[in-house]
T-cell receptor
C-alpha cells in the first residue's frame, strides 16, 4: 500500500536558518505529492503541491521538488521566520486506484526561535 | 468564497455513546472527505462522499458512517464510542473526485474526547 515517511522531529531552528524536512514515499504509479501545514489549534492548510515528476511546488518561500528516481519530496526554505513554527505534513494521493484519499506522514514539528 | 467550517469545535462524550459531527464544504465542492487525526499522528482517511454517495472508505469499522447533503453540508456519525476514538476529526472538501491532483481544503476540525 501507499505510505509516506517524514524525518522525525521536533526540529528547532533559529530565525533566518535554512530548513529541510525530508519526505520519502512508497506508491505505485504516479501519485501527486503535497505539503500541508498545521498551525497550533488549527486545521491543515495546503502549502504546496506537485503533480508529476520533476515538478517544483513553491509557496511563501517554501519549495519542494518531485523526485521520482529517489521517491522523495523534501521541503526546503532558505530563511525561516518565527511565524513558520508549525507541524508540517507530507502527503500523497492518486496512486493504486485510490485517487480519492490523501495518505499522510506522521508530521514534523518545527519550532523557530527569534 | 467561504471556507470549510466544522461544528462543534470541541466535544466530550462517554464510552458507548453516539456522536454526530458536522461539516460545511466550500460552495461548489462536490466531494467531502473525513479524516481522523490522533494526537501526534498524521490524519487517517475515514471515507469520502461524492454527490451524496460514499466513494471510498479507509480502514475504519462500520460504526463510522456518514452523510452528504445537497447543500454542501455533511455529517460524520460514530456509534458505540470507544476511548481510542478520541481524536481531532477533520473534514476536507474538493471540487471533484475525478482527479488526484485536486486540492483538498480542510476545516479547523472537531476535537472529540471520549471518557
Amino acid at each position: 500500500g501507499n505510505s509516506v515517511t517524514q524525518m522525525e522531529g521536533p526540529v528547532t531552528l533559529s530565525e533566518e536558518a535554512f530548513l529541510t524536512i525530508n519526505c520519502t514515499y512508497t506508491a505505485t504509479g504516479y501519485p501527486s505529492l503535497f505539503w500541508y501545514v498545521q498551525y497550533p489549534g488549527e486545521g491543515l492548510q495546503l502549502l504546496l503541491k506537485a503533480t508529476k515528476a520533476d515538478d517544483k511546488g513553491s509557496n511563501k518561500g517554501f519549495e519542494a521538488t518531485y523526485r521520482k528516481e529517489t521517491t522523495s519530496f523534501h521541503l526546503e526554505k532558505g530563511s525561516v521566520q518565527v511565524s513558520d513554527s508549525a507541524v508540517y505534513f507530507c502527503a500523497l494521493s492518486g496512486s493504486g486506484g485510490s485517487n480519492y484519499k490523501l495518505t499522510f506522514g506522521k508530521g514534523t514539528l518545527l519550532t523557530v526561535n527569534p | 468564497e467561504t471556507g470549510v467550517t466544522q461544528s462543534p469545535t470541541h466535544l466530550i462524550k462517554t464510552r458507548g455513546q453516539q456522536v454526530t459531527l458536522r461539516c460545511s464544504s466550500q460552495s461548489g465542492h462536490n466531494t467531502v472527505s473525513w479524516y481522523q487525526q490522533a494526537l501526534g499522528q498524521g490524519p487517517q482517511f475515514i471515507f469520502q462522499y461524492y454527490r451524496e454517495e460514499e466513494n471510498g472508505r479507509g480502514n475504519f469499522p462500520p460504526r463510522f458512517s456518514g452523510l452528504q447533503f445537497p447543500n454542501y453540508s455533511s455529517e460524520l456519525n460514530v456509534n458505540a464510542l470507544e476511548l481510542d476514538d478520541s481524536a481531532l476529526y477533520l473534514c476536507a472538501s474538493s471540487l471533484d473526485v475525478s482527479g488526484a491532483t485536486d486540492t483538498q481544503y480542510f476545516g479547523p476540525g472537531t476535537r472529540l474526547t471520549v471518557l
